[in-house]
């Protein structure tokens, strides 16, 4: 009777694991594909974001997405080259605090985008237009600018210039200069100021797009473009403080859309406010008429009369 009795419970025990490691796994894994848009909440799955090109449907808010996908969205048929670049000293402060170890953060951020720094770069066609993209990953580090990063910037310009190709984008999402490398981040402002000299020096565009554009990156190579746009959304940024740092030293409250794209739209720190879908064709756009290149199928035949805000409404 006994045996028969822990047999039956041995069993139900054995079957109650299973049931519940297969819903641990379920679980998991949806999870891992479904996603909440942080603005208005609304659910997305995986592919569904994907396709939309990490936009939300619901209120247009543009996910700050990695450089792998701004790669892949940027060149045509998603193929392009990572441009390698020289590699510096990792955490040259050996920066440590009581609850973080720098070093132990740079291994975890590379391990997780399978990037050297903040900023990586690649080279492809853009509507059949030669292109150099950089960009940066808020999975790394907030997308702070590091020694690496001003040094894979540095290079990207160099390689643009030695291929002679037709533009140089950046997308930017950071978080400013990385605070734990002190001098070694600040001296990356005129690092990248010197290659956005090299590019102008050679008459090669430089566009800069931006989702969060703040700190020691607005306040450099962020700012120096032949021309600036912004993705849409009232979560996205630039300035060179923080909205709370700048409300706390004047005691005084600032509006909602503060440093937001509608709102720097209106001081005239950028051109253009674009919708992620067509940041591609209004750059190749403009580069075309920049270089007065042959009309390829989205360009324009009479460029010489084409105004920027005839382009961003097509
Ligand atoms: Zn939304």
């Known amino acids: 009777m006994t ?25 998991i894994k949806n999870a891992s594909l479904w996603s909440s848009c942080p603005d208005c909440k609304k659910m997305f799955l995986g592919k569904d974001l994907e396709t939309n ?14 450089a792998e996908n701004r790669f892949k969205i940027f ?45 990586v770069s690649a080279n492809g066609k853009v509507n059949g237009l030669d292109m150099v993209c950089s960009s940066f990953d808020f999975n790394f580090n907030g997308g702070t600018l590091s020694l690496q990063s001003g040094q894979n910037f540095y290079e990207a310009c160099e390689y643009a210039v030695k291929n002679k190709v037709s533009a140089l984008t950046v997308f930017i999402t950071t978080g400013g200069a990385a605070l734990q490398e002190n001098l070694f981040a600040l001296y990356q402002m005129p690092k990248t100021i010197l290659g956005v ?19 020691g ?17 009232k979560k996205t940024i ?8 700048i409300q706390g030293t004047i005691s005084e409250q600032l509006p909602e859309d503060f440093q937001s794209a509608s709102h720097v739209l209106t001081t ?18 403009l580069v075309s008429i920049l270089l007065k290149k042959e009309k390829s199928q989205q ?4 460029y010489d009369d084409i105004k920027v805000s005839q382009i961003v409404n097509q």
């Not at 090109?53 to 990695?66: A, K, N």
């Not at 102008?200 to 566009?207: A, T, V």
């Not at 005239?268 to 756009?285: E, L, P, Y």
């Open 299 to 302: 360009l324009y035949s009479d």
């Open 53 to 66: 090109l990490y936009v939300c449907t619901q209120c247009d808010y543009h996910f700050r997405i990695s």
């Open 75 to 119: 060149f045509d048929n998603s193929q392009y080259n990572m441009i390698p670049t020289k590699k510096l000293i990792d955490d040259p402060n050996q920066f440590k605090t009581e609850l973080k170890v720098y070093k132990d953060q740079l291994k975890s951020a590379k391990k997780k985008t399978n990037q050297n720094a903040s900023l």
């Open 197 to 215: 000299q090299m590019l102008k020096k050679n008459k090669i565009p430089y566009f800069v797009v931006a989702n969060v554009n703040i700190g």
């Open 268 to 285: 005239g720190a950028i051109d253009m406010v674009t919708h992620r879908k067509d940041q591609k064709k209004v750059i190749s756009n």
């Open 3 to 27: 045996n028969w009795l822990e047999k039956i419970l041995s069993k139900a025990k054995e079957a109650g694991a299973k049931l519940s490691n297969s819903f641990k796994k379920t679980t």
């Open 217 to 233: 990156v607005s306040a450099s190579f962020g700012s120096l473009g032949d021309f600036h746009i912004m993705e849409p959304g």
């Open 238 to 245: 630039w300035g060179f403080a923080g909205k709370k740092i």
